[in-house]
């Protein structure tokens, strides 16, 4: 069966500091890979997706960027964090025409 | 543009009774899927229950089903004899196809709260 892993579940950064949010996905190949942010109180907003290795689409401008090193790996950083970069984000996975499955999220708070 | 639209900030219902969440969409696509996710206090989004535009059917998954009304663009959410457990938020999603992949548009949730 297929799992997904998003690590870590919180982090508190400094302004400024640098970003690495990882997720992988096993027992599926090829899947379509989503990064999105919540903020609180809010619904779910897509920051960027990916469609296969080193293809990588920003639905939003923002400070964050994504990589996707391999095929069931989906990375998202940052070079200097901003205070509006808090908030929880999810990784999601799905195959065609099926729903998407996401991780435990992670929290991150920037101080 | 595609949109979601959850009127229902909260809502409250008693142990082993129903609850319909509202869910209207907006969209110009022939062809086009529906989903609800709950989100419990620790925040991961689970799956419930998904509808195809081309369904002829209402989509159930055990206690939940899908009210599907596309002339209305509604697809409400029906969960029977709720349960303590499902108090959470609940996020309507519609599917959009776009560059080869299917992304999802969430509505704003419902907070449910179920009172014993």
């Known amino acids: 069966s297929q799992t997904i892993h998003q690590w870590p579940a919180t982090l508190v950064q400094p302004v400024g500091s640098p970003l690495s949010l990882e997720c992988t996905v096993e027992?599926?190949?090829?899947?379509?890979l989503y990064w999105y942010r919540q903020a609180a109180g809010r619904g779910l907003q897509l920051l960027f997706y990916?469609?296969?290795?080193?293809?990588i689409s920003s639905e939003v401008p923002q400070n964050l960027s994504a990589s996707r090193p391999q095929d069931r790996q989906f990375i998202l950083s940052s070079k200097k964090l901003l205070l509006s970069d808090s908030g929880f984000y999810l990784c999601?996975?799905?195959?065609?025409?099926?729903?998407?499955?996401f991780g435990d999220g992670t929290r991150l708070s920037i101080l | 543009a595609q949109k979601i639209t959850q009127t229902q900030p909260g809502m409250f219902v008693q142990e082993k009774e129903a609850v319909t969440l509202d869910c209207t969409y907006d969209?110009?696509?022939?062809?086009?899927?529906l989903f609800w996710y709950k989100q419990p206090s620790s925040g991961e989004m689970i799956f419930l229950i998904y509808?195809?535009?081309?369904?002829?059917q209402n989509a159930t998954e055990g206690r939940y089903s899908l009210n599907f009304q596309k002339a209305r663009k509604s697809a409400n959410l029906v969960i029977s004899a709720s349960q303590l457990g499902d108090s959470a938020m609940y996020f309507c999603?519609?599917?959009?196809?776009?560059?080869?992949?299917?992304?999802?548009?969430f509505g704003k949730g419902t907070k449910l709260t179920v009172n014993p």
């Open positions: 999601a996975w799905s195959v065609i025409n099926q729903p998407q499955h």
């Open positions: 027992g599926t190949s090829n899947p379509n």
């Open positions: 990916s469609v296969g290795i080193g293809q």
């Open positions: 969209t110009s696509d022939p062809s086009y899927g």
């Open positions: 509808q195809g535009s081309y369904d002829q």
């Open positions: 999603a519609m599917r959009r196809n776009q560059g080869g992949s299917e992304k999802l548009v």
